[in-house]
């Protein structure tokens, strides 16, 4: 369940009415809550998750967010008492989500591009090498889980789907740096190879990051799909089996490896095998975007940024607002 809190000036007044007559008339909500101090209003609503998406376009509608107030949502970990979700009239189906701006700020995260990241990059990469060249899957399974490469993968996915051309580069810029910094460390990580066991054979598991098959694209295609439903559900808890799934580490270092070991072959399998993974996962995240209905909400810069009670005045009037519930549109 979550809690949508909307803060507004008391002037006018109609605005706090259409805020309430929306929620009470489009929306059905039953138990609304309005705060009132001296300058500024707050009203409180809690609905279950996959109804934020709907509660925010009816916001949006009559410009909550856009031309006045701020809205806040506060995931509800636990009541007390225990609150018993309401009865909805509208089923949930696939197109259910979280709302776009909590999907929105997920993908953000992902898209720091900050020193940490290249960071973390750098030690998948250096852990992957290692793992390749030691034929040792589970090392390479723990490069796989430390590389926060499909941030900038989702990033353009949704770039696209919000025609966000600063995403779009921005994610683009990200997968390049961390495509060309695995690759040199993979060239690094041979040389050393070289020097300590005089000629090093390909391993198993460097050969096995060859050209993709049919069934190579049907598993990267799966966890691209499988990614976009976690992305858009806040699924958190799928997202390290999909990260092990995809497998972008490993092909990126192998390409720098196999270069290196003279098997110029290898490594443009290797380039092929992860260029292909990270163009099904943008396709099929896109694809589930569009499946998903998300709908960007307009933006703008309202005049006010927000309340502003002064010390001495924040005495507020509370209102418990509970009308009969009407059927949702």
């Known amino acids: ?107 953000n995260e992902g898209m720091e591009l900050q020193i940490h990241y290249y960071i973390f990059i750098m030690i998948a990469a250096f852990i992957a090498g290692a793992g390749l060249i030691l034929n040792s899957t589970a090392v390479i399974i723990g490069a796989m889980i430390i590389s926060p490469l499909m941030g900038p993968i989702l990033g353009v996915s949704y770039g696209f789907i919000s025609k966000n051309s600063h995403l779009i580069k921005k994610g683009l810029q990200g997968q390049i740096f961390s495509i060309i910094i695995p690759i040199g460390i993979g060239v690094f990580l041979a040389s050393i190879a070289f020097l300590i066991f005089g000629t090093p054979s390909i391993t198993h598991e ?26 858009t559900g806040k699924i958190q808890s799928s997202l390290v089996g999909i990260a092990i799934a995809v497998s972008l580490m490993p092909p990126a270092v192998n390409v720098g490896l196999a270069l290196i070991y003279g098997n110029v072959l290898l490594s443009i399998g290797s380039f092929t095998l992860l260029m292909s993974n990270i163009l099904a996962i943008n396709f099929t995240t896109l694809l589930i975007f569009k499946i998903k209905k998300l709908k960007i909400l307009t933006k703008k810069y309202p005049f006010w940024k927000g309340p502003e009670e002064e010390a001495g005045n924040l005495g507020l009037g509370v209102k418990l607002i509970r009308k009969r519930p009407k059927k949702a549109n």
Do not use: H, W, Y
């Open 1 to 107: 369940m979550s809690q949508i809190q909307i803060s507004l000036p008391n002037e006018p007044k109609n605005r706090i009415e259409s805020i309430i007559t929306a929620l009470d008339e489009k929306l059905n909500i039953k138990n609304k809550i309005l705060l009132t101090g001296k300058n500024n209003s707050l009203v409180i609503v809690r609905c279950q998750n996959n109804r934020v998406p709907r509660v925010l376009e009816v916001l949006n509608e009559i410009g909550v967010g856009i031309e006045f107030g701020i809205i806040d949502i506060l995931k509800l970990q636990v009541t007390i008492p225990e609150l018993k979700e309401e009865k909805q009239d509208i089923s949930e189906d696939i197109s259910s989500r979280v709302s776009v701006e909590e999907i929105e700020s997920t993908i």
């Open 206 to 231: 460097m050969m096995s990051r060859n050209f993709p098959t049919i069934f190579d694209i049907i598993v990267s295609i799966g966890a691209g799909l499988a990614l976009g439903f976690a992305i």
